[in-house]
């Protein structure tokens, strides 16, 4: 038995509050019976200017916090949360679009599945009368996630939600605008928190819209890339490399078939070559950044372009043989090309050998670089457990034995 804080943030809200809260109310006898001993219902009133704040004091259940000004729906969220008393945190918005209804079936799906966080899913739900606008916008950051994320979430910025109160030191910090909830949506996911959906109806909010879709829109997308960039910054640009090495050799590779009536197409080789330096180096720099975000959330290297390892042995293993194989080949190029007379007139193009022996060479020596950097990195990750290891060992030895005498070197004649 557990329980349970519902916490429903409002801003302006005069004209849906009192039907949420009545639809609360009448919910408690289902709560009970899905296994709360006790709930509590906390308005957190974010600096509205009508009769918000006045309508749910008049419920005598209702404990309500203001707050002087508009500070956010996300900071609404957090100032009810630190407010809370239950094992379990439930929040929904106070415009009638969220059914406060649906809360057992959340709590039971949770017990059922150990789930550390139910969503509440509009876009699951037959019933569901979420504009296309909505619709479509959801649809692609739950595309997002599945790619960034490896996460199959169909509704990551759904307003209905359950939660373990422990879970927040994990999730924590949220932003305080609307994207607080596709940010919590990602960090879940990286967190490793069981996060599961229950589709739950979905009505027309009762008064005006405080979402821009197109503001907004952009804000939820920096919070799921923000999100990523701090736990498995690979992903995002390894993704972006990889997406220029495949561009670059279609370039390369149409130059070579359709070399087009002037001859060979300089300018597009170039630009291939451009594109597959540019390529690599994204990825040497994701892993040198996925490698320090471990370095701080002390935990592993997460591996996988695309959710799963690509090779049997880490990509960064290879940057050393990679990088002196690129640096190699650029001087080769280089010499090859000042010896066959193709640095100078009359070649067509006495540029183009010496700028692409530069980039190779340079594309070699950031690779060289980056497998320096992950090998300290990797050192200063593993630090810790390692010391840990090596004072376990230690602790092996016997207290009754003498005590190691300190070293004496000496030096050969």
Do not use: C
């Not at 630190?82 to 009638?96: I, M, S, T, V």
């Not at 739950?200 to 804000?219: A, W």
């Not at 992903?235 to 220029?244: I, K, N, P, S, T």
């Not at 700028?355 to 990195?377: E, F, K, P």
């Amino acid at each position: 038995m557990s329980t349970l804080s519902i916490v429903i943030p409002a801003y302006n809200e005069e004209r849906a509050i009192g039907a949420v809260l009545e639809r609360v109310r009448a919910v408690g006898l289902a709560l009970q019976e899905a296994g709360f001993t006790d709930w509590e219902v906390i308005v957190v009133d974010d600096g509205s200017r009508d009769r918000t704040a006045e309508i749910a004091a008049a419920y005598p259940e209702v404990r309500l916090i203001r707050h002087p000004v508009n500070r956010g729906y996300g900071a609404a969220l957090k100032t009810g949360f630190a407010h809370a008393r239950g094992e379990w945190l439930a929040f929904l918005d106070a415009d009638a679009t969220y059914p406060p209804e649906s809360l057992p079936d959340l709590y039971r799906a949770a017990r059922a599945s150990g789930a550390d966080m139910v969503v509440g899913s509009r876009m699951g739900s037959a019933e569901s009368e979420m504009p296309l606008v909505r619709r479509i916008g959801n649809w692609g950051f739950a595309f997002l996630l599945r790619v960034l994320g490896s996460a199959a979430i169909s509704d990551s910025a759904s307003g209905m939600r359950l939660l373990r109160r422990e879970t927040l030191e994990r999730l924590y910090p949220l932003p305080d605008g609307l994207n607080f909830t596709p940010a919590m949506s990602a960090r879940a996911i990286y967190e490793g928190l069981r996060m599961i959906e229950v589709p739950i109806p979905y009505r027309e909010r009762l008064g005006q819209s405080k979402l821009h879709p197109l503001q907004d829109g952009v804000r939820f997308l920096h919070a799921i890339v923000w999100t990523v960039m701090t736990y498995n910054p690979v992903r995002v640009f390894g993704m972006a490399g990889f997406g220029l090495i495949v561009a670059g050799a279609g370039l390369g590779l149409s130059a070579f078939l359709w070399p087009g009536p002037g001859g060979w197409p300089f300018p597009r080789l170039f630009a291939a070559v451009v594109l597959g330096a540019l390529g690599a180096h994204l990825f040497a720099v994701g892993t040198l950044f996925n490698y320090l975000v471990s370095l701080f959330h002390k935990r592993p290297i997460r591996q996988g372009l695309f959710g799963r390892p690509l090779f049997r042995q880490p990509l960064e293993r290879r940057f050393l043989p990679l990088g002196l194989l690129s640096v190699a080949a650029g001087l080769i190029l280089y010499g090859w090309a000042a010896m066959a007379g193709l640095t100078a007139p009359p070649f067509p193009a006495p540029w183009f050998v010496p700028a692409v022996s530069a980039l190779t060479v340079l594309m070699g020596v950031d690779l060289i670089t980056a497998w320096i950097l992950v090998r300290a990195l990797s050192e200063l990750s593993q630090r810790e457990l390692r010391i840990r290891q090596d004072l376990a060992a230690g602790a092996v030895t016997s207290p009754t034995e003498p005590l190691p005498q300190p070293l004496s070197i000496s030096h050969p004649a």
